[in-house]
């Protein structure tokens, strides 16, 4: 079945910096690929999310990159701030008949945005 | 406009006890999933409900079992507790079965 690494598992960064997660899956067909942000105690919020006929998708100082070919896509967060600080998910959904309608996530990511 | 909503928010149960889960859908959707999300892991897929039927099921136990009513709310039903069953268990809505998922806050259950 499909599998999704995310990389890295924590990130600390000093605020004003990038911060970039990656995340590779395994499934080709795999056509939809949202990002989610998780605050301690509080739901995943969806905060971005792209299609596989897209390459690019940019909200403020979100974007998401999807490499199709390579079956990886990033989430990168410019002039990062300390309420940026939170667990990242990056997922996938689509495909096949076994993975057609669940989202599968990474393990996450905890972003640390030191002021 | 209400979000996903679950009840209830804390629930301790003891092993061997049944349980049952509840979330009602933001305005609008009619699909529903169901996710266990284990301490500082990613949600794993339970079960999606969409027109009152199971469309899809991860891999969890029989012991699991859902349900969807003609309103788009539903129930997620656990048997026969474990201490592995221990989590925060999230419902996500969409407003169909391939767009979107919205998460609510979710049910931490804890069984003793």
């Known amino acids: 079945g499909e599998n999704v690494e995310q990389h890295p598992s924590t990130l600390s960064v000093q605020e004003g910096d990038s911060a970039v997660i990656k995340c590779t899956y395994s499934d080709s067909a795999s056509n939809y690929f949202p990002w989610y942000k998780q605050e301690l105690g509080k739901r995943p919020q969806l905060i971005i999310d792209?299609?596989?006929?897209?390459g690019e998708k940019k909200d403020q100082r979100i974007a998401v990159t999807l490499n199709k070919t390579a079956k990886h896509f990033s989430l990168h967060i410019t002039e990062t701030q300390p309420e940026d600080s939170a667990v990242y998910f990056c997922?996938?959904?689509?495909?096949?008949?076994?993975?057609?309608?669940?989202?599968?996530f990474g393990s996450g990511t905890r972003l640390l945005v030191r002021p | 406009d209400a979000g996903v909503t679950q009840s209830p928010t804390h629930l301790i149960k003891t092993r061997g006890q049944q349980v049952t889960l509840r979330c009602s859908p933001k305005s609008g959707h009619d699909t529903v999933s169901w996710y266990q999300q284990a301490l500082g892991q990613g949600p794993q897929f339970i079960f999606q409900y969409y027109e009152e039927e199971e469309r899809q099921r991860g891999n969890f136990p029989d012991r699991f079992s859902g349900h969807q009513f003609p309103n788009y709310s539903s129930e997620l039903n656990v048997n026969a507790l474990l201490l592995g069953d221990s989590a925060l268990y999230l419902c996500a809505s969409s407003p169909s079965l391939k767009t979107e998922a919205f998460f609510g806050q979710g049910t931490r259950l804890t069984v003793v």
């Open positions: 997922a996938v959904r689509g495909g096949w008949m076994d993975s057609s309608y669940k989202l599968i």
């Open positions: 792209i299609r596989s006929n897209v």
